[in-house]
């Protein structure tokens, strides 16, 4: 593919040293998700600039940056109110909101794994990253993604201190909104997968594992909350959520949210839900549609938040906790490679293959 250029004064080009594959980039690698030929993937980046346009003021060449996956102009309607994860500029389909690199149907943007990314809009979009940044790319690159969507999912939960939350999904964003619960003050805080090698790493933060293949995880957060259910829940899994068996059933995750969690308690849902998905196993899903127990839901009060993560709300304030030392979501990485080794890697990790929990590309390494 050609290499990225500048090709707008606010435009600003980074050498992509650290790019992730992300668990919503298997839905597109699967064909689960529309995506044209000719354009790459990578949409969790960080490296250093290396050229800048006219127009940018405030990032400079030899910065380390890390970009949030929403790409975003900074002055609609929706950026003006923190919503940059629905930028109405940079989404050029008027029907649609929200854009990102290398990804279905969010813009025409190049993704982050290759060598060179460009920037759009750089002085809003880069996060300027400290000295420690080049020794500490893999705690820093989270920030582009899945640390803001997992402190995001617990966000709309409103966790607070002292709540005990449930996760239902332990891939990468699970994880990361487990670490942020804890960060939050979360008394307890319980992981449903079914993965040994993710629930060791939730339970290596503190977290409760529950094993969906052994017990009612349902049944079994009942039982750790006296019978009264979470204070509050996080949906980390979305529209592929399957049984152990591996029947696909969209509707798994919320429906046991709502049972798991208490009357008035919150749920934050950040797994990728999507209004048709042919490739599904049954109609409803098929039209983007799930059969959710809205009357439970209902009964108990509970309140719902849903969507992308406003990642540029969050990120700096989660930057500085790791610059402080005060989080380390480096734990879940799993394997370094460079850019030529991400088929094999693709093909690890949408197996879910054991140990293959996050992989970061180095596309600059020689």
């Given amino acids: 593919m050609p290499d990225a250029r500048i090709e707008r004064p606010t435009d600003v080009l980074v050498r992509i040293t650290s790019a992730n594959i992300c668990g919503s980039d298997l839905h597109m690698y699967e064909g689960r998700t529309d995506f044209e030929t000719g354009r790459w ?5 960080l490296g250093e600039v290396v050229e800048v346009g006219d127009g940018v003021d405030k990032v400079e060449v030899g910065d380390y940056v890390v970009l949030p996956f929403n790409i975003a102009c900074g002055h609609c309607k929706n950026c003006e ?31 982050g794994q290759a060598e060179l990314l460009r920037v759009p809009w750089g002085d809003f979009n880069c ?105 509050n829940g996080c949906e980390c899994v979305g529209y592929q959520a399957h049984e152990p068996d591996g029947q696909e059933r969209a509707n798994l995750t919320m429906n046991r949210l709502v049972a798991s969690v208490r009357f008035t ?33 209902w009964f108990k009060g509970q309140r719902l938040g849903t969507g992308q993560a406003p990642v540029k709300k969050y990120n700096r304030q989660l930057r500085d906790l790791i610059a402080a030392g005060k989080a380390e979501p480096s734990f879940i990485v799993s394997h370094e490679l460079p850019l030529d080794e991400a088929p094999k890697a693709y093909e690890h990790f949408d197996n879910r293959d054991d140990g293959w929990t996050k992989v970061v590309l180095h596309p600059a390494a020689v």
């Fill in 41 to 45: 993937f990578g949409h969790e980046n």
């Fill in 81 to 111: 109110r923190q919503l940059t994860n629905y930028c109405l500029t940079a989404q050029p389909d008027p029907q649609m909101a929200g854009a990102a690199y290398g990804f279905a149907d969010m813009g025409p943007y190049g993704g």
């Fill in 127 to 231: 996060l300027r990253l400290g000295e420690d940044a080049e020794d500490r790319q893999t705690d820093y690159v989270m920030l582009a993604d899945i640390f803001p969507t997992g402190f995001h999912a617990t966000e709309m939960a409103g966790v607070k201190p002292g709540d005990q939350t449930v996760i239902y999904g332990a891939g990468p964003v699970g994880l990361m909104a487990a670490l942020s619960a804890t960060i939050r003050g979360a008394s307890k805080v319980m992981v449903v997968d079914r993965q040994p090698d993710r629930l060791r790493l939730a339970e290596s933060i503190g977290a409760m594992a529950i094993d969906d293949s052994k017990v009612d995880p349902v049944e079994a957060v009942l039982e750790q909350t006296m019978g009264l259910g979470a204070d």
């Fill in 265 to 297: 308690g919150t749920i934050g849902t950040v797994g990728v839900f999507v209004p048709q998905d042919p490739g599904a196993s049954d109609e409803l899903a098929k039209q983007g549609k799930l059969a959710f127990d809205f009357g439970m839901f």
